[in-house]
């Protein structure tokens, strides 16, 4: 089984440009999810999906992140502009539908350097 | 936002010793507690997870112990090797609010 894909795997802008981030999660989960790894932090969820419609996004920082999961499959992560605080691992993982949150698989993350 | 807090920050062990991490949370109403591993350049992978109603549970090496009066549970690694070296996180099984990591080195 392929795992969660994510595009591209390290990437370098100046702040006040923009970035995005893809995730292709595994087949026929239903769940998605968004996470910024600061370094030496644990993950912190930034929104989740239920197909196309999103269950939670109270920790996305709207003013600059924006998310989108069309057709319910995959997913962009966007940031603009993006600020040097922004400078992290940015995660997706997906889960079966009815599965518990914590049951979810992992991508190998997109890691950001803001200068 | 309820916590989750995780110690040590950091811990070396040699091989074949007993590597202890702990975990205390603040809500009583999770579901289930789960521990994560994660290699350098991965994302974290679920390890195992315990039920709040159960007070131990093994899954070969790994063990997880939940105290539910201390608010804490703790993972348990029996026989560490050095490919056991690795960050690894607690979390809040319903919301998915991670600890901030025990990074574990294992020497040979």
């Known amino acids: 089984e392929a795992g969660v894909a994510q595009s591209p795997r390290y990437k370098i802008i100046e702040k006040r440009q923009s970035v995005a981030f893809w995730c292709n999660p595994i087949s026929g989960h239903a769940t998605l999810y968004w996470y910024q790894q600061i370094l030496g932090q644990g993950p912190k969820l930034l929104i989740q999906f239920q197909n196309n419609g999103v269950v939670d996004d109270s920790q996305l920082p709207k003013d600059r992140f924006s998310a989108e999961r069309l057709k319910g499959v995959d997913s962009t992560l966007k940031i603009q502009p993006a600020k040097l605080e922004d400078s992290a691992v940015y995660l997706c993982?997906?889960?079966?539908?009815?599965?518990?949150?914590?049951?979810?698989?992992f991508g190998p993350g997109t890691r950001l350097t803001v200068l | 936002q309820q916590q989750v807090k995780q110690s040590p920050q950091s811990l070396i062990v040699q091989k074949g010793g007993i590597s202890i991490i702990n975990c205390a949370y603040e809500n009583t109403a999770f579901d289930y507690f789960p521990w994560y591993q994660q290699f350098p350049g991965k994302g974290p992978a679920l390890l195992i997870a315990i039920r709040p109603d159960v007070s131990e549970k093994k899954e070969g090496r790994f063990t997880i112990s939940f105290n539910k009066s201390a608010k804490q549970f703790s993972l348990h690694i029996m026989d560490s090797q050095p490919g056991d070296s690795a960050t690894y996180f607690c979390?809040?099984?319903?919301?998915?609010?991670f600890g901030q990591g025990t990074e574990l080195s294992v020497k040979p």
């Open positions: 993982a997906s889960s079966l539908a009815g599965r518990a949150a914590y049951e979810q698989f």
């Open positions: 979390a809040d099984g319903g919301k998915l609010i």
